[in-house]
């Protein structure tokens, strides 16, 4: 089936620096890529759509210069937490959109500020 | 307003038994579901999925039924094994798999022995 990788899976940053989260799809190429996060306990909920080549979508409540998503390849697109806070700390998922009906998700970065 | 609705936040099941998880929708456009199974801290992982053209959608050990008058479709396991235990979501969206996808707040299946 295909596979999604996300690097790193989990990092530990400090308040005020950012943090670079990768997405790669690794056996098939994407036009689109969603970017989720989950807060504990709650569902995942869409972040973000980018295009490869355009500018990113956002989601009502996502600031977009917090969160810059590059999407600078069909294989490869990464999502930049700038100037991270306690509270974005989460747990991003990114899926890239896969021309079958099945899609699959990135096994996730678990993001700590403190 | 919450347009996909998984109304038991955890369920408990024997080992061996049939599990039944629920899930319920709001929004006629949608036209494709999937289910994904969750661990913690590890992204979902597909599980299986139906098109509103179908009622029906059997894989192995894991059946989804869908009625779109209700607009209700639940999944089953069977038999339940111990490694079934996990949150399951439900996702909808419109447009095959092109659209984002809309979550229910999952529900988390506990296997018995």
């Known amino acids: 089936g295909a596979v999604v990788s996300q690097h790193p899976s989990w990092v530990i940053c400090k308040s005020g620096t950012s943090v670079k989260i990768e997405c790669r799809s690794l056996?098939?190429?994407?036009?689109?890529m969603f970017w989720y996060r989950q807060f504990p306990k709650q569902s995942l909920m869409l972040m973000a759509t980018?295009?490869?080549?355009?500018?990113?979508?956002?989601e009502q409540g996502v600031e977009k210069d917090k969160f810059l998503i590059n999407h600078a390849s069909l294989t490869l697109s990464t999502l930049t937490v700038t100037s991270a806070h306690p509270e974005d700390s989460s747990f991003y998922i990114c899926?890239?959109?896969?021309?079958?009906?099945?899609?699959?998700f990135g096994p996730g970065t678990r993001l700590t500020v403190t | 307003d919450q347009q996909v609705k998984q109304n038991s936040p955890s369920l408990s099941v024997q080992e061996g038994r049939i599990s039944i998880l629920n899930c319920d929708y709001t929004?006629?456009?949608?036209?494709?579901f999937l289910w994904y199974k969750k661990y913690p801290a590890e992204g979902p992982t597909f599980l299986i999925s139906?098109?509103?053209?179908?009622d029906k959608n059997e894989d192995g050990r894991f059946t989804v039924f869908l009625n779109k008058s209700a607009k209700h479709l639940s999944l089953h396991i069977v038999p339940s094994q111990p490694g079934d235990s996990a949150v399951y979501f439900c996702?909808?969206?419109?447009?095959?798999?092109?659209?984002?996808?809309?979550f229910g707040k999952g529900t988390h299946l506990i296997i018995q022995p």
């Open positions: 929004n006629s456009m949608f036209d494709y």
């Open positions: 899926r890239p959109v896969n021309p079958t009906y099945e899609q699959y």
């Open positions: 996702a909808a969206n419109s447009g095959g798999g092109a659209d984002g996808l809309t």
């Open positions: 980018s295009n490869e080549g355009s500018k990113a979508t956002y």
């Open positions: 139906i098109s509103s053209i179908k």
């Open positions: 056996d098939f190429q994407a036009t689109t």
